[in-house]
């Protein structure tokens, strides 16, 4: 009799862990629960003042360029040493790095006219010196005049020769002054900006 019982027990036993075991089994097959992970930051980051080194086509065409602003609007000063040979009017290969600054310049101002005024030093004929600062000025606008998102604009042209200087032509010792005259031979762009439409000369 005792061992009947034990027997019985032991089966007992053994159809309780069978019965358990598909339990078992499937709760050891199951992935836990994965903590999904933080999802990534995409927002913009503030910049901070001192590492805004990247600046936008515009920033960076402008702060190659001379400028000045006037009532009739900004002025951009090209000099003519980097844009022709001595003494002659055709644009040199290496004026297209100024001209296309001065374009994007352009591109992005408002609506209206742009005067080219060409400008020479003193030394030379008064009368040729003219006529070569209306030729420089001419070439300028030609160039302008097929640039996409220019060539629409209106064009006012013309050439003061050596009658408005931006620094002396000579020394104080009445000496001839190089530097004064490199400054003096240029083209000025006059872009419009808010409020203006550029319809007179500067300064």
């Known amino acids: 009799m005792k061992r009947a019982l034990l027997s019985i027990a032991a089966a007992a036993s053994i159809g309780g862990c069978s019965a358990n075991a598909p339990a078992d089994a499937a709760k050891e097959g199951e992935s836990p629960m994965a903590t999904p992970a933080p999802a990534a930051d995409t927002a913009p980051q503030p910049t901070r003042p001192g590492l805004s080194a990247k600046v936008s086509p515009l920033t960076g065409a402008v702060s190659g360029l001379r400028t000045r602003v006037t009532d009739m609007g900004t002025v951009i000063d090209l000099p003519a040493d980097a ?115 550029s319809s007179a000369p500067a300064g």
């Open 83 to 197: 844009l022709f040979e001595y003494d002659k009017a055709v644009l040199t290969p290496a004026a297209e790095v100024e001209l296309r600054k001065a374009t994007e310049m352009i591109r992005r101002s408002p609506s209206g006219a742009i005067r080219v005024i060409g400008h020479t030093d003193s030394k030379g004929d008064e009368a040729y010196n003219q006529r070569l600062s209306e030729a420089r000025a001419n070439s300028v606008a030609d160039w302008l005049r097929e640039q996409v998102g220019v060539r629409q604009r209106e064009f006012l042209v013309s050439g003061r020769g050596e009658t408005a200087p931006v620094a002396p032509n000579e020394n104080a010792a009445g000496g001839d002054d190089p530097a004064g005259r490199a400054k003096n031979r240029r083209v000025e762009l006059v872009v419009p900006t808010a409020g203006n439409r």
